[in-house]
């Protein structure tokens, strides 16, 4: 049985699992911008908790975005360093679909997520199959279109009312808390993303591609 290893740093809060021999231990707290101060020390109390050393992990599984481009470079940056000391292998997850496994809704759903400067990251995405009928990209509010029998959900919608009446007054608007961090476990037992070595693993910023991988940086050098 595999021993996993989850870390979402893309937003204001810090939220791990680890999942060994079968039991989940998580964290979850609100550190705003202060990510790179607690999430070593966090992952250290997740280890001792479940009485395992750092080199009987197997995957880290990692938010790839999108989200806070600081955040989610912490979150990889660490990810990486644990990879590179122990083999692990890496397992990007994509933030639509964390929030999709959370939403507990069946179907078709589009989230909308604030990307600040008055703008949204935006994907239509299957609950069940975790397959996208809109892809995600980063625009104004006013301008998006839902062609698609969905329902919707997400801080956009909450964030961007006003602009987003066109959109609100013909989809049904579900409740999306942040996702516990054992949803993240749950999208890695699904196989539904495969794993990579670390010179492979990268983010998703969508506004443009601003974080590389590590073969990609070895060529630019």
């Given at each position: 049985m595999a021993n996993i290893l989850a870390i979402d740093t893309g937003a204001k809060f810090l939220s791990m699992a680890l999942k060994v021999d079968g039991k989940v231990y998580s964290c979850l707290y609100q550190v705003d911008n202060q990510h790179s101060v607690?999430?070593?020390?966090?992952?250290?109390?997740l280890l001792t908790e479940a009485k395992v050393s750092i080199n009987?992990?197997?995957?880290?599984?990692?938010?790839e975005g999108p989200g806070s481009f600081t955040g989610l470079r912490i979150g990889l940056s660490v990810a990486l360093g644990i990879s590179i000391g122990t083999n692990a292998q890496l397992i990007a997850i994509p933030t639509f679909a964390l929030y999709a496994i959370a939403s507990e809704y069946v179907g078709d759903i589009v989230i909308a997520l604030d990307a600040r400067i008055n703008q949204i990251y935006v994907a239509g995405i299957n609950t069940t199959t975790l397959n996208y009928f809109m892809q995600p990209q980063v625009i104004n509010p006013e301008n998006l279109v839902?062609?698609?029998?969905?329902?919707?959900?997400?801080?956009g919608f909450a964030i961007y009312d006003m602009q987003l009446k066109h959109i609100l007054t013909c989809h049904e608007q579900i409740t999306l808390s942040y996702p516990k961090p054992q949803y993240m476990i749950d999208i890695v037992e699904l196989n539904k993303y495969s794993s990579c070595?670390?010179?492979?693993?990268s983010l998703?910023?969508?506004r443009n591609k601003v974080a590389l991988t590590l073969d990609e940086q070895r060529q630019n050098n």
């Amino acid at each position: 049985m595999a021993n996993i290893l989850a870390i979402d740093t893309g937003a204001k809060f810090l939220s791990m699992a680890l999942k060994v021999d079968g039991k989940v231990y998580s964290c979850l707290y609100q550190v705003d911008n202060q990510h790179s101060v607690f999430i070593i020390d966090k992952i250290k109390l997740l280890l001792t908790e479940a009485k395992v050393s750092i080199n009987e992990i197997d995957y880290i599984a990692y938010i790839e975005g999108p989200g806070s481009f600081t955040g989610l470079r912490i979150g990889l940056s660490v990810a990486l360093g644990i990879s590179i000391g122990t083999n692990a292998q890496l397992i990007a997850i994509p933030t639509f679909a964390l929030y999709a496994i959370a939403s507990e809704y069946v179907g078709d759903i589009v989230i909308a997520l604030d990307a600040r400067i008055n703008q949204i990251y935006v994907a239509g995405i299957n609950t069940t199959t975790l397959n996208y009928f809109m892809q995600p990209q980063v625009i104004n509010p006013e301008n998006l279109v839902i062609q698609h029998n969905c329902v919707v959900g997400g801080d956009g919608f909450a964030i961007y009312d006003m602009q987003l009446k066109h959109i609100l007054t013909c989809h049904e608007q579900i409740t999306l808390s942040y996702p516990k961090p054992q949803y993240m476990i749950d999208i890695v037992e699904l196989n539904k993303y495969s794993s990579c070595p670390n010179t492979q693993a990268s983010l998703s910023y969508i506004r443009n591609k601003v974080a590389l991988t590590l073969d990609e940086q070895r060529q630019n050098n």
